[in-house]
Nanobody
Framework: EVQLVESGGGLVQAGGSLRLSCAAS????????IGWFRRAPGKEREGVSC????????YYVDSVKGRFTISSDNAEKTVYLQMNDLKPEDTAVYYCAAVHKKRWSPDPSGYDYWGQGTQVTVSS
């Protein structure tokens, strides 16, 4: 059974940090890219960052460049999203998802597997 389990969300003040984790199981981790997406109230789902487990190639949406860092521990089949200098506009439910490495992109519509999400709330 494929599972993606997010953890690490919470409430933090602006300027603070959180580290999200995405633990994967049930598929060949090295053959997939893992993406982090978020959905804020009243907004479309947005691709935040993604990483290819195969070669480490990364992507960041412009609004998080320089503040967020994605990394992958292939041995633990876990992808992390380190979020620094958080802003109120980062408030959203954050999801991780997996797509085969040959189809990876920041477009969420192509992703095969999704986690349940973790809430991140940044207070001003």
């Amino acid at each position: 059974e494929v599972q993606l389990v997010e953890s690490g969300g919470g409430l933090v003040q602006a300027g603070g940090s959180l580290r999200l984790s995405c633990a994967a199981s049930g598929f060949t981790f090295d053959d997939y890219a893992i993406g982090w997406f978020r959905r804020a109230p009243g907004k479309e789902r947005e691709g935040v960052s993604c990483i290819s487990s195969h070669d480490g190639t990364t992507y960041y949406v412009d609004s998080v460049k320089g503040r967020f860092t994605i990394s992958s521990d292939n041995a633990e089949k876990t992808v992390y999203l380190q979020m620094n200098d958080l802003k109120p506009e980062d408030t959203a439910v954050y999801y991780c998802a997996a797509v085969h490495k040959k189809r990876w992109s920041p477009d969420p519509s192509g992703y095969d597997y999704w986690g349940q999400g973790t809430q991140v709330t940044v207070s001003s």
